[in-house]
């Protein structure tokens, strides 16, 4: 994939964004403290563990967004009928880690360049996403893409929308990867992220 954060340009943004807040984004259920992201990138297990790990991320739930069922189950998005993705919904505070780097840690997670498929999983339910809680996410989410395109062979394939209703998953897929010690995509892009800050900031 490629070096997509090594340049000087690269790390001096990744630095200045280190030791700001996110630009002026809330949420319907925003504390002050916190804010919500939403990431599809293939099978959900792997994007929640890859996100829990991150500090300043205060959960990341795994679940079912931008289809067209109420209340959708396993089974229907795995038949790829109701027009969902599989998604994680990521609580975190911008004091700690912006919307920037966690953008940045989607894009070392998985591979974005890839059509209806993540690795050996294909389908619908498993095509990049980000679902935005606010325009000033949207646009923050358009222009990293763009930003990002140059860095790749291929046209990237991330769809970037306003988020629609998010279901939450079945209880047997929340905490996956922990609960199981199975190893998913996603891996740990953090160091990458935060550079020479990472060890003040990684969680114990």
Not at 69 to 74: G, I, K, V
Not at 163 to 182: C, L, M, P, S
């Amino acid at each position: 994939m490629g070096n997509l954060f090594g340049s000087s340009s690269a790390k001096a943004a990744s630095k200045e964004a280190i030791s700001t807040a996110s630009k002026g984004f809330s949420t319907s259920n925003d504390s002050g403290d916190r804010q919500i992201a939403y990431f599809a990138g293939g099978c959900f297990w792997g994007i929640e563990h890859a996100f829990q790990i991150a500090s300043g991320v205060i959960t990341a739930e795994s679940g079912y967004q931008q289809g067209r069922t109420e209340n959708p189950t396993y089974k229907q998005i795995c038949r790829g009928d109701t027009g969902h993705a599989e998604s994680v919904r990521v609580t975190f505070d911008p004091k700690t880690i912006t919307y920037r780097q966690l953008l940045q840690g989607f894009f070392l997670m998985h591979d974005p360049t890839q059509v209806d498929r993540q690795g050996p999983d294909y389908g619908t339910q498993y095509r990049s996403g980000i679902y935005c809680e606010t325009s000033d996410q949207l646009k923050e989410a358009q222009d990293f893409v763009a930003e990002m395109q140059p860095r790749f062979s291929k046209p990237i394939a991330t769809e970037v929308e306003m988020a629609k209703k998010f279901w939450i998953a079945e209880d047997y897929h929340q905490d996956y990867v922990e609960n199981t010690g199975r190893p998913c995509h996603g891996g740990n892009p953090w160091p990458r992220v935060f550079g020479n800050t990472y060890e003040q900031v990684r969680k114990i």
